[in-house]
């Protein structure tokens, strides 16, 4: 059974701050790598998806991966309590479905 | 825009009832999935299915089955539901294998 692991916080940041969310998965194999954001009674929306080694950026979002290390991670910029959710990392499996982390509940203090 | 549609928000059904979970979408997306999601646990995968009349298990199947008929149509079935099925239900689509999901807006399914 593949797993994926999260910290599932709550992880609080000041507005302005970096927030670093992190991802372990169990399998190698995995080529694909999503993050989710949902919001309290929302249905999860996609943030970033990242399928190499090293960096990917997208506005205040920038996702990290390293195969070797088999980790993951999203850094969010200038954290706007709007950024406050639940950030869900999703790995691929063998190309036919993801496998989900438990979340990490991000809270950002005005 | 990308539409996945489910067909209730918030269900109240009783021990041992069948209870139908619907979910339409409407861009011609081949992959369609059942997850529920519970406090602490993620998001687990239910059924999935990559064509029509097609089906597969995921992680947590037992208890539910599921039916797809239309391409755009992906119904799951609790045949006799039970307490421990209280859950969000989520319903996606995506375009291809290994591509973005699509999520519904969930269903949150009580069993009294």
């Known amino acids: 059974q593949k797993e994926v692991e999260q910290n599932s916080g709550p992880l609080s940041v000041p507005e302005g701050a970096i927030a670093s969310l992190n991802c372990t998965y169990s399998d190698r194999g995995s080529q694909s790598f999503f993050w989710y954001r949902q919001y309290s009674g929302k249905s999860p929306e996609l943030i970033m998806s990242?399928?190499?080694?090293g960096d990917k950026e997208d506005g205040r979002f920038t996702a990290q991966l390293n195969k070797a290390s088999q980790y993951v991670s999203l850094l969010i910029r200038d954290s706007q309590p709007s950024d406050s959710a639940t950030y869900l990392c999703a790995v691929d499996n063998y190309g036919q479905n993801f496998v989900f982390g438990p979340g990490t509940r991000l809270s950002v203090l005005p | 825009d990308v539409k996945v549609t489910q067909s209730s928000r918030y269900l109240v059904k009783r021990t041992g009832e069948k209870v139908f979970l619907e979910c339409v979408q409407d861009m011609d997306h081949e992959n369609m999935f059942w997850y529920r999601q519970d406090p602490g646990l993620g998001l687990r995968l239910i059924y999935f299915?990559?064509?029509?009349?097609?089906?597969e298990k995921g992680d947590i199947p037992e208890g539910y089955s599921v039916s797809r008929e239309k391409k755009e149509r992906f119904s799951l079935i609790l045949e006799s539901a039970s307490t421990n099925q209280t859950s969000m239900y989520l319903c996606?689509?995506?375009?291809?294998?290994?591509?973005?999901?699509?999520f519904g807006s969930g269903t949150q399914l009580s069993v009294l």
């Open positions: 990242i399928y190499s080694n």
């Open positions: 996606a689509s995506s375009v291809d294998r290994g591509e973005k999901l699509f």
């Open positions: 299915s990559y064509d029509v009349k097609m089906k």
